[in-house]
């Protein structure tokens, strides 16, 4: 049985590797950083999440590692067990306080979070309104609700409520509850979801809106996000954060009314069957809030590198938009040239890695660059002549 099944397992490879899709994963030697290295080599880290350069901050470092002296490496059960300390609480507090809301609810992941949350919200006989670019831990938990799933275009609010209005029109109109789900900033387009017109939208039908700022908080407003920077902070029933990213450190987030977060903790089945976060990891991401807190200039600083980018590859002639946060993709179409493109940026000393289908849809794979706050304008300029050498592959 074995044989057969890494017979099925290469042919699987095989078929991934013609398409041009094979993953391969590249081990860095250095911890993160705005340069890291590989094989031997220093090149500048160009595809991190690690957006404020925290995650190898010494400060984060020395709080997790007071914080392991004190409290030890596992917290030996779930939070409902014995595996809840105060630090878990004081986190949960700080995050509710951050983010302008009455409680908060920490996961292991922003993964875990969404998947939880979700079929907490709706289940069967309820309506779900997903953007079709949201993350996939959103599909993942909208798929495991049971709850029926409207799927609308890309960022466009009017057609997500045409799709309303005639699920719910006649004698349809039998769903129980509807839930509208998006991205905040997404993670491969790097734009921002139309908010306003969303929130606006579940006032007016009654839905209940969740929004995911994985990759806002910490990048966009004052790095509390884009629906704080936006003042719905009030019109969010679910808001989802990541610790795991601008905060550098490890963790998800769900912060909203205490009534919300009290459901999540008796029925969110990714919190009530999983061990909770360690110490360290708590300590490391109060630490993080804290510098977001005292350093807005690094705020600013990792936006200001994402339009440098964005508008000099643009004048090289590639496809790229406005960044409304961090994230700057390089739509170049063909997987094949997208991963050529990117063993290019690599001899020139760039790590930005190829995103292709079906992380992306087909033909628009891309190469996408994520600054950190710790790179230097020099680091900038070395990524655009990387670039002004590239177009022969395109
Ligand atoms: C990265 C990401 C997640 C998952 O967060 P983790 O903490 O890495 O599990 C969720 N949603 C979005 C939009 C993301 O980009």
């Not at 922003?110 to 949350?117: E, I, K, M």
């Not at 004052?222 to 610790?243: F, M």
């Not at 991401?285 to 994402?306: F, G, K, Q």
Request: proline letters at 4%.
């Amino acid at each position: 049985m074995r044989r057969e099944l890494d017979c099925d397992c290469r042919a699987e490879l095989a078929k991934l590797e013609a398409a041009d899709l094979r993953r391969h994963i590249v081990a860095i030697e250095t911890p993160s950083g705005p340069h890291v290295r590989i094989d031997g080599r220093d090149v500048v880290l160009m595809c991190s999440n690690d957006y404020l350069g925290l995650a190898a901050d010494p400060r984060l470092a020395a709080a997790a590692a007071r914080a392991a002296k004190q409290w030890g490496t596992g917290s030996g059960a779930s939070r409902l067990i014995s595996g809840a300390t105060v630090l878990h609480s004081g986190l949960e507090s700080r995050l509710a306080a951050f983010e302008g809301t009455q409680d908060c609810v920490l996961f292991s992941s922003g993964y875990l979070a969404n998947v939880g949350t979700i079929p907490v919200l709706v289940g069967r006989g309820d309506l779900i309104l997903s953007d079709e670019r949201n993350h996939a831990s959103i599909i993942d938990g909208c798929r495991l609700s049971r709850a029926e799933i409207k799927v609308y275009p890309h960022c466009d609010a009017d057609a997500a409520e045409s799709i309303l209005v005639s699920a719910t029109a006649g004698q349809h109109a039998a769903y129980r509850r509807t839930l509208v789900v998006t991205d905040s900033v997404f993670s491969m387009d790097g734009d921002l979801a139309p908010l306003q017109k969303l929130a606006d939208m579940c006032d007016r039908y009654g839905a209940w809106f969740m929004v995911d700022e994985a990759h806002a908080t910490g990048v966009v407003g004052d790095g509390r996000g884009a629906v704080h920077a936006a003042g719905l902070t009030g019109a969010v029933s679910a808001l989802v954060g990541t610790c795991s990213k601008a905060l550098g450190s490890l963790g998800g987030y769900v912060v909203g009314s205490r009534a919300l977060c009290d459901l999540l903790r008796n029925k969110a089945r990714t919190f009530v069957f999983d061990t909770a976060l360690p110490g360290p990891v708590l300590a490391a991401t109060l630490a993080a809030l804290d510098i977001v807190e005292s350093e807005p200039e690094r705020v600013r600083r990792v936006r200001e590198h994402a339009r440098r980018l964005a508008s000099s590859i643009r004048t090289l002639g590639y496809d790229v938009s406005d960044p409304a946060a961090a994230v700057v993709p390089v739509v170049v179409g063909a997987s094949d040239q997208v991963v050529r493109i990117g063993d290019h940026l690599l001899s020139q000393g760039v790590l930005a890695r190829p995103i292709r289908p079906p992380t992306v849809p087909e033909c628009t794979a891309r190469i996408r660059l994520c600054p950190m706050a710790t790179h230097t304008d020099d680091d900038i300029d070395k990524v655009v002549d990387a670039f002004a050498h590239a177009s022969r592959y395109c």
